[in-house]
């Protein structure tokens, strides 16, 4: 998407589109997005928000989407025969939906050199802080990391703790401690579970610099020399 670009729902002026052709064209992205793709996960999400009543500015961001995957119609998720364990990284882009303010989570797990897991996904309440959207992320792919283990364990190769990687040091700071920390008060106790998750061992946190954040991808449209960087690292080649 074009970073420059911050689509926003219609506002009565701007010329209507056939939402049905719409549609369908929004669901043939999604199933790349969600099975093979990706790099397309965040552009996808961003345009399925306006499936309702699209406008000829949302048209044209889901035509550059459809540019984008035919000028790289051969790059597929290739994997390594390394044994690279499983590693996952969570971010969030806080307040970023100009309509009603809600955040953005995006997480990916790799293993073997590629992406095995991802997701991009707009937040169901609005975050008071950058470090609350981080802790709500963070919630998200700690549930993610407890099935991938699961699912390795029926194959014999669970590790015994899965490392996930996160750019805020708050949001590390509540999961890793939970006594002096009023301002989570009012954030749902379901995402508290990570505190318990960490202090059976079935995750680890550790810090991860804003530039090296593979998530980064999933929550936020970036410059083209970022982008094309963290596709690569996804494992799209």
């Given at each position: 998407?074009?970073?420059?670009?911050?689509?926003v729902?219609?506002?009565?002026?701007?010329?209507?589109v056939?939402?049905?052709?719409?549609?369908?064209?929004?669901?043939?992205?999604?199933?790349?997005?969600?099975?093979?793709?990706?790099?397309?996960?965040?552009?996808?999400?961003k345009?399925?928000?306006f499936?309702?009543?699209?406008?000829?500015?949302?048209?044209?961001?889901?035509?550059?989407?459809?540019?984008?995957?035919?000028?790289?119609?051969?790059?597929?998720?290739?994997?390594?025969?390394?044994?690279?364990?499983?590693?996952?990284?969570?971010?969030?882009?806080?307040?970023?939906?100009?309509?009603?303010?809600?955040?953005?989570t995006?997480n990916?797990?790799?293993?073997?050199?590629?992406?095995?897991?991802?997701?991009?996904?707009?937040?169901?309440?609005?975050?008071?802080?950058?470090?609350?959207?981080?802790?709500?992320?963070?919630?998200?792919?700690?549930?993610?990391?407890?099935?991938?283990?699961q699912?390795?364990?029926?194959?014999?190769?669970?590790?015994?703790?899965?490392?996930?990687?996160?750019?805020?040091?708050?949001?590390?700071?509540?999961?890793?401690?939970?006594?002096?920390?009023?301002?989570?008060?009012?954030i749902?106790?379901?995402?508290?579970?990570?505190?318990?998750?960490?202090?059976?061992?079935t995750?680890?946190?550790?810090?991860?610099p804003?530039?090296?954040?593979?998530?980064?991808?999933?929550?936020?449209?970036?410059?083209?020399?970022?982008?094309?960087?963290?596709?690569?690292?996804?494992?799209?080649?």
């Amino acid at each position: 998407m074009d970073p420059s670009v911050k689509l926003v729902k219609d506002d009565g002026y701007s010329k209507k589109v056939d939402p049905i052709q719409y549609q369908s064209m929004v669901g043939s992205l999604l199933h790349a997005a969600k099975a093979t793709r990706p790099d397309i996960a965040h552009a996808v999400g961003k345009v399925s928000k306006f499936c309702a009543a699209p406008t000829q500015a949302h048209l044209t961001a889901v035509k550059r989407i459809f540019r984008y995957i035919k000028g790289t119609i051969d790059l597929k998720l290739q994997y390594k025969p390394v044994n690279e364990k499983l590693l996952g990284y969570s971010d969030a882009d806080w307040a970023n939906d100009l309509n009603d303010r809600h955040s953005t989570t995006g997480n990916v797990f790799t293993m073997s050199g590629g992406a095995v897991s991802w997701l991009s996904q707009k937040q169901a309440k609005v975050a008071l802080s950058t470090a609350e959207a981080e802790y709500i992320a963070l919630g998200s792919a700690t549930q993610e990391a407890i099935w991938l283990k699961q699912l390795l364990a029926d194959l014999n190769t669970a590790p015994k703790k899965i490392e996930i990687l996160e750019d805020n040091q708050s949001a590390i700071a509540m999961a890793n401690n939970s006594a002096g920390h009023k301002r989570t008060k009012h954030i749902d106790i379901k995402h508290h579970f990570i505190r318990e998750a960490v202090q059976t061992g079935t995750i680890t946190l550790s810090y991860c610099p804003i530039a090296n954040m593979l998530a980064d991808v999933f929550t936020k449209q970036l410059p083209k020399t970022q982008f094309v960087n963290l596709r690569r690292r996804l494992g799209l080649n």
